[in-house]
């Protein structure tokens, strides 16, 4: 009874067994999933940028203004006001030269004046004396009362002859001595700009040439740099144009200069075209010498509607970009202006705002189901 009992339990047991994988193997092939089919695409929302092409040019820069200066005369250093590094304004002292012997020329020339002056005042006395003997010689020359020879002789010391000559001495005398007092006024050697002193080479107790530069000044506030444009670019480039300067050894910053003079032929040396570009250097961070990397901005486009180049597709010499609209990748011809490499205008064709496939568009067509799995 047992025995039999439990085969049949056995039976009973394989049976549902059996009925239960039946059931899910249906329920497995009537309940398939369907995959969903679309290409991942990475998007970006086309707005409006300036593009523009640029050069880099590397040149060095200038002090603005380098002057040397030299005293006008051989002498005697007496003292040295300045050293390397000072600033310095317009007519400050520099250095001086001796004095002593100038100063001697001065006093002779002063004396000179002096006596040449007197001269005058007496001789201009004397004809104004004379002019009153002479009116009185006259009266009695015309009562016959004076001989002929007494008129003349009284008429020529009327004359203002003499006082013409002791004038002229005069403004001789004061030349000279205005010279003397200009010499000496040139001894106190003056800077003839406003800058900073690049070098001294003048020391106390020396003789100073004015063959030879003492002190060099440079102006320093606003300096410029000089490069070397290609017969290419020459064209491109236009007095007043703002461009891009980096000067590693001063800042990191990004400076700002301006092109002051493009030099219209071309060096004969290099065979390329001079450019100045000025900038403003305030805080004396930038050194004459130091090597510039300046960028050029070439064909710019202002305020224009620009994709990512790889997003432009080329068939069979037409242009095309995809849009996503409604998951879908929409396919539109579109007209191309500069591109840059990065960036290309688009001229017509697409609008702002629109989702432009910058990944994944040459793996769709159009209306190909797409799915954004990066981007805005």
């Known amino acids: 009874m047992n025995k039999?009992?439990?085969?049949?339990?056995?039976?009973?047991?394989?049976?549902?067994?059996?009925?239960?994988?039946?059931?899910?193997k249906e329920v497995e092939e009537n309940n398939v999933v369907e995959k969903e089919n679309y290409v991942p695409v990475e998007i970006e929302t086309v707005q409006r940028d300036t593009l523009f092409n640029s050069r880099i040019y590397s040149g060095r820069v200038y002090a603005n203004k380098e002057v040397m200066v030299m005293p006008k005369m051989v002498g005697k250093v007496e003292s040295v006001?300045?050293?390397?590094?000072?600033?310095?304004?317009?007519?400050?002292?520099?250095?001086?030269?001796?004095?002593e012997d100038v100063q001697k020329q001065v006093e002779q020339a002063r004396v000179a004046y002096d006596a040449a002056k007197a001269n005058y005042d007496r001789t201009k006395e004397q004809i104004?004396?004379?002019?009153?003997?002479?009116?009185?010689?006259?009266?009695?020359?015309?009562?016959?009362?004076?001989?002929?020879?007494?008129y003349e002789q009284a008429q020529l010391a009327?004359?203002?002859?003499?006082?013409?000559?002791?004038?002229?001495?005069?403004?001789?005398?004061?030349?000279?001595?205005?010279?003397?007092?200009?010499?000496?006024?040139?001894?106190?050697?003056?800077?003839?700009?406003?800058?900073?002193?690049?070098?001294?080479?003048?020391d106390e107790g020396e003789f100073a040439s004015n063959a030879q530069p003492a002190v060099t000044i440079v102006d320093m506030n606003k300096i410029y740099t000089q490069?070397?444009?290609?017969?290419?670019?020459?064209?491109?480039?236009?007095?007043?144009?703002?461009?891009?300067?980096?000067?590693?050894?001063?800042t990191e910053e990004d400076l700002t200069g301006k092109i002051?003079?493009?030099?219209?032929?071309?060096?004969?040396?290099?065979?390329?075209?001079p450019v100045k570009i000025y900038m403003n250097n305030k805080e004396d961070?930038?050194?004459?010498?130091?090597?510039?990397?300046?960028?050029?901005?070439?064909?710019?486009?202002?305020?224009?509607?620009v994709v990512k180049s790889e997003s432009v597709v080329e068939h069979n010499g037409t242009s095309y970009v995809f849009v996503v609209e409604n998951d879908?990748?929409?396919?539109?011809?579109?007209?191309?202006?500069?591109?840059?490499?990065?960036?290309?205008?688009?001229?017509?064709?697409?609008?702002?705002?629109?989702?432009?496939?910058?990944?994944?568009?040459?793996?769709?067509?159009?209306?190909?189901?797409?799915?954004?799995?990066?981007?805005?």
């Open 227 to 250: 490069v070397n444009v290609t017969e290419d670019m020459i064209n491109q480039v236009y007095k007043g144009q703002e461009v891009t300067i980096k000067i590693p050894a001063a």
């Open 328 to 376: 879908k990748a929409v396919a539109k011809e579109v007209e191309t202006g500069l591109d840059t490499g990065t960036y290309v205008e688009i001229k017509k064709g697409i609008n702002e705002g629109e989702k432009v496939i910058v990944k994944g568009q040459n793996y769709v067509e159009d209306q190909t189901k797409v799915k954004i799995v990066r981007g805005e």
């Open 158 to 202: 009327a004359s203002e002859t003499s006082l013409e000559a002791a004038k002229k001495s005069v403004e001789q005398a004061q030349l000279a001595y205005n010279q003397a007092l200009d010499t000496l006024n040139d001894l106190s050697v003056r800077a003839p700009i406003s800058g900073v002193i690049a070098s001294v080479d003048v």
């Open 260 to 273: 002051e003079t493009i030099r219209p032929s071309v060096d004969p040396r290099t065979q390329l075209y």
């Open 4 to 24: 039999k009992l439990t085969a049949l339990t056995l039976v009973v047991i394989l049976a549902l067994t059996s009925f239960i994988g039946c059931s899910n």
């Open 285 to 305: 961070l930038i050194k004459p010498g130091m090597f510039s990397q300046v960028e050029i901005k070439t064909d710019i486009r202002e305020n224009v509607i």
């Open 128 to 150: 104004e004396n004379a002019k009153v003997s002479f009116e009185r010689t006259k009266k009695l020359y015309e009562q016959g009362a004076v001989s002929k020879a007494q």
């Open 81 to 99: 006001k300045v050293k390397v590094g000072d600033t310095v304004k317009k007519n400050e002292v520099l250095f001086t030269l001796d004095k």
